[in-house]
T-cell receptor, first 115, second 111 residues
Framework: DTGVSQNPRHKITKRGQNVTFRCDPI?????LYWYRQTLGQGPEFLTY????????KSRLLSDRFSAERPKGSFSTLEIQRTEQGDSAMYLC?????????????FGQGTRLTVV | KNEVEQSPQNLTAQEGEFITINCSYS?????LHWLQQHPGGGIVSLFM???GKKKHGRLIATINIQEKHSSLHITASHPRDSAVYIC?????????????FGPGTRLSVLP
């Protein structure tokens, strides 16, 4: 499978626990994006990386959220002290950079439920 | 800030009907994507457009850069087309390049 891979697909956690999600992008893609989608809404941008550098971080991303891409390949998104409002689908996408436009490929997402 | 709007929000059609979903945005873009999201959450990219028109099977996507508007058409709709269709625009601002997503259009095609 050469697409964007996300793990786990589903995660149920108790409020206050920490969770970590992983995204493996398409191998030659050096841009990686994280999005969050709550029920009935379109995805919201959280952060993106070019190689290992985190170039932008949304104001939506509170201090409890941290993302890393240490070797410029896979990325992890960690949520500390989860809250019920964190329940959402977390989507990862990857793309090639270009001066004009890029084509992003999306993973299947990780559905987080905080109980 | 780039705002992306879609219409309609919800759409129910009978099998075989011709369907149109609209997307409008507020600032200049590099490209526009139409995405399909099925129950369960997986997102599939249908089209990427920077101008003109693209066709893939029963799906047709058009974009008018001057009017900042795009449409997704589905001909001879089928129940398996039932999904949420999301318009996403790629644009460049002071922070770099980014996507903004529309709220989605939920399509139900009845047999």
């Amino acid at each position: 499978d050469t697409g964007v891979s996300q793990n786990p697909r589903h995660k149920i956690t108790k409020r206050g626990q920490n969770v970590t999600f992983r995204c493996d992008p398409i191998s030659e893609h050096n841009r990686l994006y994280w999005y969050r989608q709550t029920l009935g809404q379109g995805p919201e941008f959280l952060t993106y990386f070019q190689n290992e550098a985190q170039l932008e971080k949304s104001r939506l991303l509170s201090d409890r959220f941290s993302a890393e891409r240490p070797k410029g390949s896979f990325s992890t998104l960690e949520i500390q002290r989860t809250e019920q409002g964190d329940s959402a689908m977390y989507l990862c996408a990857s793309s090639l950079p270009s001066g004009g436009w890029t084509e992003a490929f999306f993973g299947q997402g990780t559905r987080l439920t905080v109980v | 800030k780039n705002e992306v709007e879609q219409s309609p929000q919800n759409l129910t059609a009978q099998e075989g009907e011709f369907i149109t979903i609209n997307c409008s945005y507020s600032v200049g873009i590099s490209a526009l994507h139409w995405l399909q999201q099925h129950p369960g959450g997986g997102i599939v990219s249908l089209f990427m457009l920077s101008s003109g028109k693209k066709k893939h099977g029963r799906l047709i996507a058009t974009i008018n850069i001057q009017e900042k508007h795009s449409s997704l058409h589905i001909t001879a709709s089928h129940p398996r087309d039932s999904a949420v269709y999301i318009c996403a625009v790629l644009f460049r601002d002071n922070y770099g390049q980014n996507f903004v997503f529309g709220p989605g259009t939920r399509l139900s095609v009845l047999p």
